[in-house]
């Protein structure tokens, strides 16, 4: 390892962190969870998941409310959930349509303690009467599946899931859900369009997290754009995390990767410059912010697809891409699913103030500019709603960052 190399700690995943927790609460007694994400989502959500008095408050993250909804669902008990207005303005009409049909009752809530839902719960858990066929929409959120393949391996004769006839967004999740529910000796069976999770038991056992790869690539790209060496502690080429497959991009960008006992080591660039690219990533939609900025900063045009759930998420973030990058004479149309971008004039403002719109992957996205120019960063705490120590370690890796922290 280079001696120059700058080492990050990234976190504990929540994607995974999150699936233990509800595969605990489906399986009580039998999962010791060891390297728990510490991040705002996972604590509410943990927080949600231990049973106590109703009303829940969940916080922002889609995730959270969507497990810890079907979990409510699956109990013969009423149980309110809030969380922030944005996020109960997210879609999740999908997934409710799914438990509703099982036998639960969602219903919308507005009053003294939020935006939120009332979940009138009904037992799954009684005898084997045979797998539960649910079609599900599959355009909107791989969580809505990822969630109801975990309630498949608790629930009276599993579940039975056939898609409806629309893309599947973030596919990646949804494997990297089969494969810890199979690494922990649950039977799921796939073909084609069905999935089917019988009802079984879960071995007890003691799972460790993975390192999160989703909180890395703000990081090579930073090294990209200024030449520094880093260690990406934790992470494994074994990992089962859908975003360790974007490794490929970033060597055609110029970055000369390689898995160590320690990480993932960064310590050679050869910036590649592509004068106009093409890439779909409906399977990777939450490092579009990431690749944007980077192909921003290299001059790049050309056009990105799978942007259709960005407008959902936790800003608009087709919008804040946007403003935030018309400060750099960045410009960017989109449609529905697709964006095109144009950057031959990128610029670089004296001083410039970044909105992130209270969103954790916008912040992160932006934090690559550091070399460039002093940055003021707005609402810079939404970092902790998955990884909150990233200034700590973004001011680790590259002390020269002149960033103010609102």
């Not at 409310?65 to 809030?82: D, G, P």
């Not at 989703?214 to 934790?234: D, H, M, V």
């Amino acid at each position: 390892m280079s001696e120059r190399a700058r080492e990050i700690q990234l976190p504990a995943s929540k994607s995974i962190s999150n699936r233990l927790l509800l595969l605990s609460a489906l399986h009580p007694g039998k999962l010791t969870i060891t390297n728990l994400s510490q991040a705002e989502d996972t604590l509410y959500l943990k927080e949600a998941l231990q049973g106590n008095p109703s009303p829940i408050y969940i916080g922002e993250g889609g995730t959270s409310l969507r497990f810890a909804t079907t979990y409510y669902a699956s109990q013969s008990k009423t149980t309110e959930i809030y969380g922030s207005d944005r996020l109960m303005r997210r879609p999740h009409e999908a997934l409710f349509e799914v438990l509703s049909s099982l036998g639960s009752e969602i219903t919308s809530l507005d009053n003294e303690h939020g935006i939120g839902y009332k979940i009138k719960g009904t037992n799954l858990y009684d005898e084997n009467t045979g797998p539960s066929m649910l079609h599900v929409e599959v355009n909107k959120s791989s969580q809505f599946i990822t969630a109801l393949l975990l309630l498949g391996s608790s629930i009276k004769g599993g579940i039975d899931l056939r898609f409806k006839q629309n893309k599947l967004v973030s596919k990646p999740y949804v494997k990297m859900t089969i494969r810890l529910m199979r690494q922990m000796g649950l039977s799921i069976e796939e073909n084609g369009d069905q999935i089917i999770v019988p009802r079984q038991d879960l071995i007890s056992q003691s799972k460790e997290v993975e390192f999160d790869w989703s909180s890395a690539y703000s990081f090579l790209g930073a090294g990209i754009l200024t030449g520094e060496p880093l260690l990406l502690k934790g992470l494994k080429s074994k990992d089962i995390q859908g975003d360790r497959k974007l490794l490929e991009m970033y060597t055609q960008f110029g970055a000369s990767l390689k898995f160590t006992k320690d990480g993932v080591l960064s310590n050679r660039y050869d910036v590649v410059t592509p004068q106009r690219i093409e890439i779909d990533m409906i399977d990777y939609p939450d490092q579009i912010m990431n690749i944007l900025v980077l192909l921003s900063a290299l001059k790049c045009h050309g056009c990105i697809r799978g942007i259709e759930t960005l407008y959902a998420k936790e800003s608009n973030r087709v919008e804040a891409l946007k403003k935030n990058l018309a400060q750099f004479d960045v410009a960017i149309q989109a449609n529905d699913s697709s964006l095109t971008f144009e950057a031959k004039n990128f610029k670089i403002p004296s001083r410039v103030k970044i909105d992130t719109y209270n969103d954790h992957r916008i912040a992160m996205a932006f934090a690559q500019l550091f070399s460039y120019t002093p940055m003021t960063f707005e609402q810079s705490s939404c970092v902790k709603k998955s990884f909150p120590d990233f200034w700590n370690q973004w001011f680790a890796a590259f002390p020269s960052a002149s960033f103010e922290l609102k």
